[in-house]
């Protein structure tokens, strides 16, 4: 692959990548991401957690590590919870019920949009995503402009993302990448507040 092509496909630019990046767009994050986003994010134990396109389990096995009750699901059997299209869930999660994942990049808003539509008033929605799902006029116009986050979790450090999940030593992958965790409260009107973690 040329040296361009490399930078695209770090991007996420979708017309110069669909060789190279993953088919169903499985970019694993590193278990840190859970770890830090905790120092500044406080999720009662209480909580149900699910997430949704969890891959090989990389964060929700963290967040059991962590003490909580999360249910796993993803359209793709990666030998990690259950094997369930989130599109196709119609049914409203228990009450105090969190959903969180790194969704596949492509299908991000969709993604977010029914997070919003199944959880109830108040409900959470914290969801991985790049620093440059903030650009768009079509994610401004269908999804900031009605639903704002209520804060953007900035990494000041990287974070790595695997494709396939599978992370190797010195590997460097995506690490010129900026993410964020995007928090969404359904019925939020206010402005975001933008953090660094």
């Known amino acids: ?14 017309s110069h990548v669909e060789a190279v990046r993953e ?3 499985c970019y694993a994050t590193a278990p840190e991401a859970v770890d830090i986003l905790l120092k500044h994010f406080e999720i009662p134990q209480a909580t149900k957690i699910w997430e949704c396109a969890c891959g090989e389990g990389h964060l929700s096995k963290r967040l059991i590590e962590r003490g909580f009750d999360v249910h796993s699901s993803d359209l793709v059997n990666r030998g990690y919870g259950e094997v369930k299209n989130f599109f196709d869930c119609t049914e409203k999660p228990d009450a105090g ?4 994942t790194n969704p596949p990049y492509k299908h991000a808003m969709e993604f977010v949009l029914h997070a919003l539509e199944l959880l109830p008033e108040n409900g959470y929605c914290l969801m991985f995503l790049k620093l440059l799902f ?5 994610r401004y116009a269908e999804l900031f402009r009605i639903h704002p986050p209520k804060t953007v979790y900035v990494f000041s450090g990287r974070m790595k993302c695997a494709k396939n999940g599978e992370f190797k ?13 995007y928090l969404w409260q359904k019925g939020f009107k206010g402005k975001p507040v933008i953090e660094w973690i």
């Open 1 to 14: 692959m040329s040296d361009l092509r490399k930078v695209f496909a770090t991007l996420g630019a979708s």
């Open 97 to 100: 019920t969190l959903i969180l």
């Open 23 to 25: 088919k169903d767009d």
């Open 134 to 138: 903030l650009e768009g006029q079509k």
């Open 169 to 181: 030593s010195g590997d460097d992958f995506n690490s010129a990448m900026a993410y964020c965790w």
